[in-house]
């Protein structure tokens, strides 16, 4: 199965405490082109890894290749436990 993985690492090699404001983000266009679907696990009381299949639309995430341009601020997130 193919994987996209994007980490940000931050060390302070310094001395003095500094603040931290802004990460950079990772974009990836065209996941929803093959009619890609993702999975995601709902777990209930006595009905776990109950799954559900969703197309990104379903999502919130509209087609991002079309013929006019649509910005979303839309966002999932998935905890992966290893």
């Given at each position: 199965m193919p994987v996209?993985?994007?980490?940000?690492?931050?060390?302070n090699e310094?001395?003095?405490?500094q603040v931290l404001t802004y990460l950079s983000s990772?974009?990836?266009?065209?996941l929803e082109k093959d009619?890609?679907?993702l999975y995601?696990?709902?777990n209930g009381w006595q009905k776990e890894l109950n799954w559900k299949e969703y197309t990104f639309e379903d999502l919130g995430f509209p087609?991002?290749?079309?013929?006019?341009?649509?910005?979303?601020?839309?966002?999932?997130?998935l905890?992966?436990?290893q």
């Open positions: 996209a993985r994007f980490i940000n690492t931050v060390i310094g001395r003095e405490e990772f974009t990836y266009s065209g009619g890609n679907r995601i696990p709902h087609v991002t290749q079309t013929k006019s341009i649509r910005r979303t601020s839309k966002m999932i997130e905890d992966i436990i």
